[in-house]
């Protein structure tokens, strides 16, 4: 995980033994994370310059720029130049008293600074108040994550098997534009070799996945061909991408699957997501890339969804999701994974669940001609039967459904939309922030 970098500044004829009482709280609500910092407050240029020369070699996905006190632009000046793209936070504290002594005068600090950032074009945010104000602490672990997140796209890949089915053109991406936006590089494979490497595996490399399989599935023939095709898939990935460094899949599914390979996908996908390796079917990268954003967001990288949006209904106002598989994690346990076949091909192995209810942040990356914007709404997955055969959810939402789905609609939006347990609105929002790009919150 790559660094924070804190960086105190402070003008010593202002009062700055209380500023660096300040200074060490903050310090201490950053100890929470990876930071890189100063043992005190820099009080010159100088200092500040000899400070960063010693860290420049360190890798910092953002910098908390904290005007303890007035400092002119001359300070963020330097920290532009040795970090011209690095995403920064400007803080101030408030001034402790009134009448007598204006013991910071921070606020014309932080103004000044926002001022030169600007005119560099240089990101910033920024946020006056004190370490044990509730909203600056947010402010500052909102920064954080999204600065981490940002960074951690920047150095990943997805992994890319074969192309879209006829008609699916949403699912491909430039993979110029991604890389430019995200920084993610995409990692191809052809489907008809996976098909042959996975065939090939021994039964020492897929046991694990079909042991894993039999402990989800209410009725898994373990002994079925298709089943047995299906893990090897699943072990095959989970090589590639170790080998290979890929941190989500998009690949191929019908009709290549059924086709030519012999088993359904929806169990393959299945079991890839409940294993941390996010896969968008259909062979769509934007999908792929919605899962694994909306997986690290999480605490412990919870398992995420990816469903059609299907139907609506007005009486409940809500939208169905569905798709033919989802993660054993999302399903509800009280009616459990089924091991059924595809609804429309009629083969196994394809999961029968329905979501679990709980609240739920639903979320898209969405391109076209105007490039690129995120693109959520939250609600609330209800606690209902399975909608149909496959894996399908009915999902609450507070705004009028009709005209939720009527605006996407028209907004050209993808069927495609990734889902993850919990509320996640706000933290997609500072995302977008970093990366410069556009944002559409349903609330």
Same mark, same amino acid.
């Given at each position: 995980m790559?660094?924070?970098?804190?960086?105190?500044?402070?003008?010593? #004829?202002?009062?700055?033994k209380?500023?660096?009482?300040?200074?060490?709280?903050?310090?201490?609500?950053?100890?929470?994370?990876?930071?890189?910092?100063p043992?005190?407050?820099?009080?010159?240029?100088?200092e500040?310059?000899?400070?960063?020369?010693?860290?420049?070699?360190?890798?910092?996905? !953002?910098i908390?720029?904290?005007?303890?006190?007035?400092?002119?632009?001359?300070?963020?000046k330097?920290?532009?130049?040795?970090?011209?793209?690095?995403?920064?936070?400007?803080?101030?504290?408030r @001034?402790?008293?009134?009448?007598g002594?204006?013991?910071?005068?921070?606020?014309? !600090?932080?103004?000044?600074s926002?001022?030169?950032?600007?005119?560099?074009?240089?990101?910033?945010?920024?946020?006056y108040?004190?370490?044990?104000?509730?909203f600056?602490q947010?402010?500052i672990?909102?920064?954080?994550?999204a600065?981490?997140l940002?960074?951690?796209?920047?150095n990943?890949?997805?992994?890319?098997?074969?192309?879209?089915?006829?008609?699916?053109?949403?699912?491909d991406?430039?993979?110029?534009?991604? #890389?430019?936006?995200?920084?993610?590089?995409?990692?191809?494979? @052809?489907?008809?070799?996976?098909f042959?490497?996975?065939?090939?595996?021994?039964?020492?490399?897929?046991?694990k996945?079909?042991?894993y399989?039999? @402990?989800?599935?209410q009725?898994?023939?373990?002994?079925?061909?298709e089943?047995i095709?299906?893990?090897?898939?699943?072990?095959l990935?989970?090589?590639?991408a170790?080998?290979?460094?890929?941190?989500?899949?998009a690949?191929r599914?019908?009709?290549?699957?059924?086709? #030519?390979?012999?088993?359904?996908?929806?169990?393959v996908w299945?079991?890839?997501?409940?294993?941390?390796?996010?896969t968008?079917?259909?062979?769509?990268?934007?999908?792929?890339?919605?899962?694994?954003?909306l997986?690290?967001?999480?605490?412990?990288?919870?398992?995420?969804?990816?469903?059609?949006?299907s139907?609506?209904?007005?009486?409940?106002?809500?939208?169905?999701?569905?798709?033919?598989y989802?993660?054993?994690?999302?399903?509800n346990?009280?009616?459990?994974i089924?091991?059924?076949?595809?609804?429309?091909?009629k083969?196994?192995?394809?999961p029968?669940?329905?979501?679990?209810?709980?609240?739920?942040?639903?979320?898209?990356?969405?391109?076209?001609?105007?490039g690129?914007k995120?693109?959520?709404? #939250?609600?609330?997955?209800?606690?209902?039967?399975?909608?149909?055969?496959?894996?399908? !959810?009915?999902?609450?939402?507070?705004?009028p459904?009709?005209?939720?789905?009527?605006n996407?609609?028209?907004?050209?939006y993808?069927?495609?939309?990734?889902?993850?347990? !919990?509320?996640?609105?706000?933290?997609?929002a500072?995302?977008?922030k970093?990366?410069?790009?556009k944002?559409?919150?349903?609330d």
């Open positions: 790559n660094k924070i970098l804190y960086l105190p500044v402070v003008r010593r #004829k202002f009062d700055a209380t500023a660096e009482t300040i200074r060490g709280q903050l310090s201490e609500l950053l100890s929470a994370y990876d930071v890189i910092e043992t005190e407050a820099l009080g010159d240029p100088t500040l310059a000899s400070f960063l020369s010693q860290v420049q070699e360190q890798d910092f996905a !953002g908390i720029f904290h005007n303890t006190t007035f400092t002119d632009a001359e300070f963020v330097l920290v532009h130049r040795y970090y011209p793209e690095k995403p920064i936070l400007l803080l101030a504290p @001034e402790p008293s009134v009448h002594w204006l013991h910071f005068n921070s606020l014309t !600090g932080i103004v000044s926002a001022n030169y950032l600007h005119t560099q074009k240089h990101y910033f945010q920024h946020i108040g004190n370490p044990d104000e509730i600056v947010k402010k672990q909102g920064f954080v994550k600065c981490l940002k960074d951690k796209i920047a990943s890949k997805i992994g890319v098997v074969g192309t879209f089915p006829p008609g699916f053109f949403f699912s991406a430039d993979a110029v534009k991604l #890389k430019a936006t995200f920084g993610i590089t995409l990692k191809h494979y @052809e489907i008809d070799e996976a042959i490497a996975a065939d090939a595996l021994q039964e020492a490399i897929y046991k996945e079909l042991d399989a039999a @402990e989800h599935y009725n898994l023939d373990i002994n079925g061909k089943t095709k299906f893990v090897k898939f699943v072990a990935m989970k090589q590639w170790k080998r290979d460094g890929f941190s989500a899949l690949s599914c019908w009709p290549d699957f059924f086709d #030519k390979y012999g088993c359904a996908p929806g169990a299945t079991q890839l997501d409940n294993e941390q390796l996010p968008a079917m259909e062979c769509d990268i934007h999908g792929a890339l919605s899962m694994y954003i997986q690290e967001l999480t605490p412990n990288k919870a398992a995420t969804y990816l469903g059609d949006l139907s609506l209904d007005e009486e409940d106002n809500t939208i169905t999701m569905w798709h033919d989802g993660a054993y994690d999302v399903a346990p009280k009616y459990g089924k091991a059924g076949v595809h609804p429309n091909r083969m196994p192995v394809s029968d669940a329905v979501l679990k209810p709980g609240k739920v942040t639903v979320m898209r990356v969405h391109y076209d001609t105007d690129y995120l693109v959520a709404f #939250k609600g609330r997955a209800l606690d209902v039967e399975p909608q149909y055969n496959g894996f399908s !959810g009915k999902i609450q939402l507070k705004q459904v009709d005209k939720v789905v009527d996407f609609i028209e907004s050209g993808e069927s495609h939309f990734a889902l993850v347990y !919990g509320d996640y609105v706000e933290d997609i500072n995302l977008a970093l990366l410069n790009i944002c559409e919150i349903v």
